[in-house]
């Protein structure tokens, strides 16, 4: 061993260990160094400016005078050129005024001098391996406003960086974002997700559709924007841009604008201009209005405004007819333009957390309605139109101020997710029974729901989750009676009614009526706490009716038939839009009957007969369409038969005998083809009967009419009988025919 050992370190000592050289050690790169054992990252495969790819210095391509590389132009030559106030093109030509200059004779040519095109080529057609030079040219110019260098040690360490896929240091043209060229070699789809310089020259690529300049930066878009006449989809979301730039509206061909996640405070006021838009996504901005003219986007079927300081919404918002989807939540809206709600596509409306006290009156025509979210607003009520959703799914209304809730709410058949929880709900109706079912998701915790104010259906153990029900079994303004709870001013307002006739309560039942309303709480009477019924027919009143009749919204039933009552009949009667049966007939009512009887929409049966009623009828009551049963005989009524009378379509039985008419018959009385019955008899009624009565004959083979002790004139109808004439005991017809020609 100590043998070897020696032989070892007299051969370290007497040998020289080769030295580090660094270069090129890629046998295969220009710049080859067979002499280097350390690569330095220097290789490269670019050959020189005369195609020459090697590692020798002294073959290097230079530029003669005229600028041409491995060219051999003569320094007289070119000194002959510049004299002359000429320059040489790509090809080594002197030129003048684009024209070649003939050095030896000193002579201009007719030939035109080369060109350089947009790739650098001298005498090129534009073109690049299929591409477009000017597109290329364009990509350049940007890339040329940015610092995109890098270097091999820094490779892969920026988002910039994995853009130079040749690993050359450079970002070239075609490495800049992410693209996409149609066969025809022009640049169609650009996306860049990087912050960059955006220059005018992006105006340039005029055969883009689809351009992405997603959290790249900017805080503007330049103007050229608008000579991308071919721009199908244009997204600039994530950035920090305030205003668009004017000359947006010019990109008529737009389909999808994306300007979401910005500082945006205003849309152009010409933004209906962009009349191919099908998608325009603005969430996230700084909006407070929108311009009329966003309602000319008449081809819009996503709209998303979410997230923004909204306020108002234009009343041209409702044309935007083709909508399918709709967010408006996170904004400040407190109401909606009256006309909101004519969107016949829509599938999913989003106004949650805004400030919407009311809904439109016309919210419930959206029938194809499958996602509604309210929530988080200050909604106190819901219009029973909302039961019209006849498609809606997903009702959200979590985080209000509701008290109650519209019946109708039960007509939502197709109803999986119902929520409700934090509001002020006192009281869920019957009808909820209709769909609950049906539900997947029900929720009704922190209301102020008891025991006896949610439906059979609902379990209050293990339905309703945590309420508030701080008024024993009843919800506020309610009270107990005879086992019901009752709103307290229906229960007054009947009370009131009853104190007005003591002389009736002195009368044992049946003929009189009860001291205390309470006796008049009971399940025909009453429903969910309101008054639905008033009967006290033959009951000795002799009061008026009380002026605050009209606040029994709920009201369904009225009759007071055969009684002495007294006064006019109050006008806000007229405010009870769920009457179906008003009975005033035998008392002594006078004055008119009240000029808005037509706003009483849902009745069936109107008997005001033997009264002391004087005036005309009301035009209006022939807006009462539901109308069956009209008896205004022995009064005083005077003037003539409404000519629309005939509007009344379910007429059955109509009743006008025994007061002061005049004038002729309505032709529109023709249209009554569902009458059983008219008495029109001991009037003043002049002309002829019309034709058109025959109708009701040809519809109804027991019709019968009541025509005698009239004015009215031959000839008569051949349809109607004689003794609907009136016949006297000698075959003589009743009427009083002096006036007729």
Not at 183 to 190: A, D, K, N, P
Not at 274 to 301: E, F, H, M
């Amino acid at each position: 061993m100590r043998y070897f050992l020696s032989i070892l370190v007299l051969f370290l000592s007497c040998t020289t260990l080769p030295e580090d050289v660094p270069g090129c050690t890629d046998s295969s790169a220009c710049n080859f160094n067979a002499d280097a054992n350390e690569d330095d990252g220097s290789c490269t495969s670019v050959p020189d400016m005369c195609g020459t790819c090697d590692n020798d210095s002294s073959n290097d391509c230079i530029q003669d005078c005229a600028g041409i590389f491995g060219g051999n132009t003569q320094q007289s030559t070119c000194e002959n050129c510049i004299s002359n106030s000429g320059e040489f093109d790509c090809s080594g030509n002197c030129c003048i005024n684009d024209l070649i200059y003939d050095i030896d004779s000193l002579l201009s040519t007719s030939t035109s001098c080369s060109i350089e095109d947009r790739c650098g080529i001298c005498n090129g057609d534009g073109w690049n391996n299929g591409l477009s030079c000017e597109d290329i040219f364009t990509l350049q110019q940007i890339i040329d406003a940015n610092d995109f260098s890098v270097t091999p040690s820094a490779q892969n360490e920026t988002e910039f960086h994995a853009w130079d896929l040749n690993a050359n240091g450079l970002v070239d043209p075609r490495e800049f974002g992410l693209q996409n060229w149609s066969e025809e070699g022009r640049l169609i789809y650009l996306k860049v997700d990087i912050p960059i310089i955006l220059t005018d020259d992006i105006g340039a690529l005029i055969e883009l559709t689809e351009l992405i300049l997603e959290a790249s930066g900017l805080t503007a878009i330049p103007e050229t924007i608008g000579n991308l006449q071919k721009l199908k989809i244009l997204s600039i979301t994530s950035n920090s841009i305030s205003l668009l730039p004017e000359r947006i509206i010019e990109l008529t061909n737009l389909e999808e604008l994306l300007i979401s996640k910005n500082d945006i405070l205003l849309l152009p006021e010409n933004i209906g201009n962009l009349s191919k838009l099908i998608k325009l996504d603005v969430a996230n901005n700084r909006l407070t209005t929108l311009p009329d003219n966003i309602g000319s986007l008449n081809q819009l079927t996503k709209l998303f405004l979410e997230s923004n300081k909204i306020n108002v919404l234009p009343a041209t918002f409702a044309d935007l007819s083709n909508l399918i989807e709709l967010r408006l939540y996170s904004n400040k809206l407190a109401e909606l333009p009256e006309n909101f709600g004519g969107f016949d596509d829509l599938l999913n409306l989003y106004l949650n957390d805004n400030q919407l006290n009311r809904l439109s009156d016309n919210f419930g025509s959206m029938n194809n309605l499958k996602r509604l979210r309210l929530n988080s607003n200050k909604l106190d009520s819901l219009k029973g139109s909302i039961g019209s959703l006849e498609s809606l799914e997903e009702l959200w209304l979590q985080e209000n101020q509701l008290v109650t809730l519209p019946d109708e709410i039960g007509d939502l058949n197709s109803l999986k997710h119902l929520n409700l929880a934090n509001n002020q709900l006192a009281w869920l109706p019957d009808e909820l029974c209709n769909i609950y079912s049906g539900l997947e998701v029900f929720s009704t915790s922190n209301n102020s729901l008891c025991s006896l104010t949610v439906p059979e259906c609902v379990s209050y153990e293990n339905d309703v989750g945590n309420q508030n029900c701080t008024t024993g079994d009843c919800p506020p303004h309610h009270f107990e009676r005879e086992g019901y709870c009752v709103l307290e001013l229906d229960y007054n307002i009947l009370q009131n009614f009853l104190d007005l006739n003591p002389e009736s309560q002195t009368w044992p039942s049946p003929t009189g009526i009860p001291n205390s309303a309470s006796q008049c709480v009971n399940d025909q009477w009453w429903d969910e706490g309101r008054l639905v019924e008033i009967s006290f027919q033959h009951k000795q009143l002799n009061s008026t009716i009380p002026e605050n009749i009209g606040d029994l919204d709920k009201l369904q039933i009225l009759r007071l038939t055969g009684n002495q009552l007294t006064g006019e009949i109050p006008d806000n009667i007229t405010n009870l839009n769920n009457l179906n049966i008003l009975k005033l007939n035998s008392n002594n009512f006078e004055g008119s009957i009240p000029e808005n009887i037509g706003l009483l929409t849902k009745i069936d049966t109107l008997w005001l007969n033997d009264n002391n009623l004087s005036g005309e009828i009301p035009q209006s009551i022939a807006d009462l369409t539901n109308l069956e049963h009209l008896k205004l005989e022995e009064n005083d009524l005077n003037g003539s038969i409404p000519y629309n009378i005939g509007d009344l379509d379910s007429l059955k039985y109509l009743y006008l005998d025994n007061n002061d008419f005049e004038g002729e018959i309505p032709q529109s009385i023709g249209n009554l083809i569902s009458l059983k019955k008219i008495y029109l008899h001991y009037n003043n009624l002049s002309g002829q009967i019309p034709e058109s009565i025959c109708n009701i004959y040809t519809a109804n083979g027991s019709f019968h009419p009541m025509f005698h002790w009239n004015e009215l004139c031959p000839p008569y109808p051949e349809c109607v009988p004689l003794y609907s004439l009136g016949l006297d005991e000698n075959n003589v017809i009743k009427q009083d025919t002096t006036n007729c020609n």
